[in-house]
């Protein structure tokens, strides 16, 4: 039987079956996985959460080390309405950055620079600004067109690789040569983004909780479970052999996407297989003293600098409560470089004395360092490639009473993870189905 979620039941064995039709199965218990669960759970379905580790998070945790805190992944999301929310309902505090983090740098011939440019990269800068304010048409990413061919186009090489090639390093770790402009920034010329309402929000920019990123998770999993939502762990879900008999939600990784629906969808297996993962290695490292100028948020290193380090993230100058005592800096390797693939093989010694030297060479900092720890992800990322942009429209959408929700899908960042699987219970209610 094919029923829909409308349909008015009145004795107490139809109220079963309603219930039993409402239920919904999402796959992986990261962030995704999560806060699909979360809004699937509010909006009034039953919720089971199948995942293959012990504990949910997938990417993201947070350790506790002499040193400080140390995240594996994200160290905070961009502030929404919609994370505001999330936290005031865990019972956690919004914590916004120090305002020490408001100083960013990004390296430039042999200097951490609070602004990179020159001053006529800066008027061409201005130019582009005014096109994208008045003639915002004119300065639109093409379709297929590479991130690196869209800013040399609209805004300069210069402020190309200075900022754009550098901001990108810091958030996709990817190759600006191969990336999409318009999987990355064309949501910024939509039509219908202009007239958005601004939220009144109680703070902008990146925010997280007192006791890092594994705080919310844990807070999450303990109230979906008193909302009823069951936790199924240590399970791999298994290959989908047909067509499941009620919604399923995929928030796995894209390559377990494609693997979980390799015979039931092919086109969609292949499209999700076929994302490029880029691989991350990070170090977070207590020292004893700040480096001695360059004191923020942390500093990117852009692609055209050839360093080795893709960024530094000073932990305890961007959130409260981050270093126990000393100062925790967090180093970042890999991404879409050449010999990415080989860092991750490469010993911890040879990791740290990797990052003790790019800190010394870059940011004139010496001293002894007086702990580490290091994170590898050999596919930690997806890379926005011009190829994931032909083959977006292939994995969205609830095709198959499966709908994919992930890093890979358009919305990298947690924020925008949010945003997505907020809108899934509207999109499964109205056409998610449901056999009894
Ligand atoms: C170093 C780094 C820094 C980052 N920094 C930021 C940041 O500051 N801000 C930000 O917004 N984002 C950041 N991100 C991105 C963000 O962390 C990720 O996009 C996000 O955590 C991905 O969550 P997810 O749930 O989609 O995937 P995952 O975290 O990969 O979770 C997928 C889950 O699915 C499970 N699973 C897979 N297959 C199966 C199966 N067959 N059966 C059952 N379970 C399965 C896995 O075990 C895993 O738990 C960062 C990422 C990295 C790597």
Same mark, same amino acid.
């Given at each position: ?243 499941? +008999? &009620? *919604? ?7 390559? %377990?996407?494609? #693997?979980? /629906?390799? @015979?039931?969808?092919?086109? $969609? ?106 994170? +590898? &992800? *050999? ?7 011009? %190829?994931?942009? #032909?083959? /977006?429209? @292939?994995?969205?959408?609830? $095709? ?37």
């Amino acid at each position: 039987m094919t029923t829909s979620d409308s349909a008015t039941f009145s004795d107490p064995d139809q109220q079963m079956a309603k219930a039993r039709q409402r239920r919904v199965t999402v796959i992986g218990a990261g962030f995704s996985g999560l806060a699909t669960a979360f809004y699937l759970s509010r909006a009034g379905f039953q919720v089971e959460v199948i995942e293959e580790r012990e504990r949910p998070g997938g990417l993201i945790s947070t350790t506790e080390t002499p040193f400080g805190l140390v995240e594996s992944a994200a160290n905070g999301f961009l502030n929404s309405a919609l994370v505001e929310e999330l936290f005031g309902l865990m019972g956690l505090e919004v914590v916004p950055t120090l305002k020490a983090a408001k100083r960013r740098y990004i390296f430039r011939r042999g200097f951490p620079r609070r602004w990179p440019l020159g001053i006529l990269a800066t008027l061409s800068l201005v130019g582009f600004v005014l096109m994208f304010l008045f003639r915002r048409e004119k300065v639109a990413p093409h379709p297929h067109e590479a991130v690196r061919a869209w800013t040399e186009r609209t805004m300069g090489r210069e402020a190309g690789q200075y900022l754009v090639e550098a901001f990108l390093q810091g958030v996709y770790a990817g190759d600006p040569a191969r990336m999409s402009a318009t999987l990355l920034f064309g949501r910024f010329f939509e039509k219908r983004r202009q007239s958005k309402s601004k939220a009144k929000l109680q703070t902008r920019g990146t925010v997280s909780t007192m006791n890092g990123m594994g705080q919310l998770i844990t807070r999450m999993r303990e109230r979906l479970e008193r909302q009823g939502v069951v936790f199924v762990m240590n399970q791999k879900f298994p290959v989908f052999a047909g067509e499941p +008999r &009620w *919604p399923h939600v995929v928030a796995t990784s894209a390559h %377990a996407a494609g #693997e979980l /629906l390799r @015979e039931l969808d092919q086109v $969609r297996a292949q499209a999700c297989a076929g994302v490029e993962l880029v691989p991350i290695i990070s170090v977070a490292i207590g020292f004893k003293e700040a480096p001695p100028e360059t004191r923020g948020f942390g500093c990117l290193f852009p692609p055209v600098e050839g360093r080795k380090a893709l960024g530094v993230l000073m932990n305890s100058f961007i959130f409260p409560n981050r270093s126990l005592k000393g100062f925790s800096e967090t180093w970042i390797f890999g991404g879409a470089r050449a010999n990415a693939a080989e860092l991750m093989a490469i010993p911890d010694k040879d990791v740290i004395e990797m990052a003790v030297s790019e800190r010394q060479e870059t940011l004139n900092a010496t001293g002894a360092y007086s702990g580490y720890r290091i994170t +590898r &992800w *050999p596919a930690a990322l997806p890379h926005y490639t011009l %190829a994931l942009e #032909e083959t /977006l429209a @292939e994995m969205r959408g609830l $095709r198959r009473n499966v709908v994919l929700i992930g890093n890979y899908l358009g919305e990298i960042g947690l924020a925008r993870i949010l945003e997505r699987a907020e809108s899934l219970p509207s999109e499964i209610h109205t056409s998610g189905e449901w056999r009894v």
